[in-house]
């Protein structure tokens, strides 16, 4: 069974500090990792799709990186704004076995960058 | 384009007594999700329709909810009778298909509290 933690499970920032949230999974045979920002009474965006081919993915100031052999994701976030601030989700879909193709996600890091 | 809509965004009702969420999908996609998000964790999926057929309901509680996905497009989730534990808040996502290379998109949520 496909395990996904995060670490830290929350992160406090003053503005402008550049910051790295980590992931990681216990079955490295994903098919892909996707990292999404979740705020408070609102739905899941996604933030950057990595497939299993490749190491990495950016998107304006987020860069995401994937080790797919030791099990694990880090998402950059460069100079953090308080706009950030938000419940960053990890989540992992498997190549094989029943879970094929369906979202593992990990239990979130809660971002606060303050002024 | 408009996003996945769902009602009520807010519910409360006491243990023992029945709910039903309501999820519109993204015009045009075939697969909808139903996933529960715990405070603290990440969301989990409860079942999965490809149009109006169950593909995946591995892990939805089914002495208490049910899902229903008529002409393959809106779908309710009921829960009857609800547990103090099922306090969440629901999240219905859409994709075109149901394979793993087809992003989800999600709506804003029905937060569940159970008295």
């Known amino acids: 069974k496909q395990e996904v933690t995060q670490i830290p499970a929350a992160l406090s920032v003053p503005e402008g500090e550049n910051l790295v949230l980590n992931c990681s999974f216990t079955d490295s045979a994903i098919y892909n990792l996707q990292w999404f920002r979740q705020d408070p009474g609102k739905g899941l965006t996604s933030l950057l799709l990595i497939q299993s081919s490749q190491r990495e993915q950016t998107s304006g100031r987020l860069n995401a990186s994937l080790d797919k052999s030791s099990g694990r994701s880090t998402l950059y976030i460069a100079a953090s704004q ?23 996600f990990g239990q979130g890091t809660i971002l606060t960058v303050h002024p | 384009e408009a996003g996945v809509a769902q009602s009520p965004r807010y519910k409360i009702i006491e243990k023992r007594q029945s709910v039903a969420f309501w999820c519109n999908p993204i015009s045009g996609h075939a697969t909808l ?26 892990q939805l509680p089914k002495d208490r909810f049910s899902a229903e996905r008529l002409k393959g497009v809106d779908s309710t989730l009921k829960i009857q009778p609800a547990k103090l534990e099922d306090s969440a808040v629901y999240l219905c996502a859409s994709s075109s298909m149901g394979g793993p290379s087809n992003e989800q998109f999600f709506g804003p949520g029905t937060r569940l509290t159970v008295l």
Do not use: E, H, M
Not at chain 1, 83 to 102: E, I, P, W
């Open chain 1, 82 to 104: 308080p706009g950030d601030s938000a419940t960053y989700l990890c989540a992992v879909r498997l190549a094989r076995g029943t879970s094929y193709g369906k979202l593992t």
């Open chain 2, 33 to 58: 999700y139903w996933y529960q998000q715990i405070l603290g964790q990440g969301p989990k999926l409860l079942i999965q329709f490809q149009n109006n057929g169950v593909v995946d309901d591995s």
